[in-house]
């Protein structure tokens, strides 16, 4: 069991089952879902997906860590971040996160993508972690760059959508940059 990861305003902590409430409250929303593979959900859907991340979190050696991300002021579940170790003998992980729209442009984000670099970085021991993110949504490149990663670039047509192919911008952070920015 992993221990909480806190910031000033929230706690990430392990999923649990009865999180896929949580997961569906914006899991279901087409707006949060517009840039993905997945959504919007059905109960059965969310339901089905803490299951999943219940059950990879006993894989050994284990791969993805996915957190519920709790408001510390009302102690609702505002959302989820993982992290993915994506290749162990380089040492290279991939961020992703999600926030229920109810928070955008809050900061919430921010804070979760620092709370998974800090993880990825100090426990994961990781050298490499990087995000992806669909070029129209502005919100999150924006997140990126604020929390240390680097545009290294466009990959094209890398992910199919119900509405056909899209774009990812790529971001990454190596362990020297992180432990520099900490540092000064």
């Known amino acids: 069991m992993i221990n909480n990861l806190k910031s000033e ?57 996915m957190f519920a991300v709790i408001d510390k002021e009302s102690g609702e579940m505002i959302g989820a971040g993982e992290i993915n170790i994506r290749d162990f003998s380089n040492r290279v992980g991939e961020i992703a996160y999600i926030v229920n729209p109810q928070y955008w442009g809050k900061g919430y984000a921010t804070d979760l993508a620092k709370l998974l670099i800090a993880y990825g970085f100090n426990d994961l021991k990781l050298h490499r972690i990087f995000a992806t993110c669909d070029p129209r949504n502005i919100g999150s490149s924006r997140v990126l760059e604020k929390v240390g990663l680097i545009k290294e670039g466009r990959m094209r047509e890398n992910l199919l959508l119900k509405d056909g192919w899209r774009d990812s911008l790529l971001y990454s952070i190596l362990e020297h940059e992180f432990f520099i920015d900490k540092n000064t």
């Open 9 to 65: 305003r929230v706690i990430l902590r392990e999923m649990e089952e009865n999180d896929w409430k949580g997961v569906h409250k914006y899991a279901s929303q087409e707006k949060v879902c517009q840039y993905q593979p997945w959504g919007p959900n059905s109960e059965q859907e969310s339901e089905g997906f803490v299951k999943q991340v219940i059950k990879d979190a006993k894989k050994e050696p284990r791969s993805r860590f």
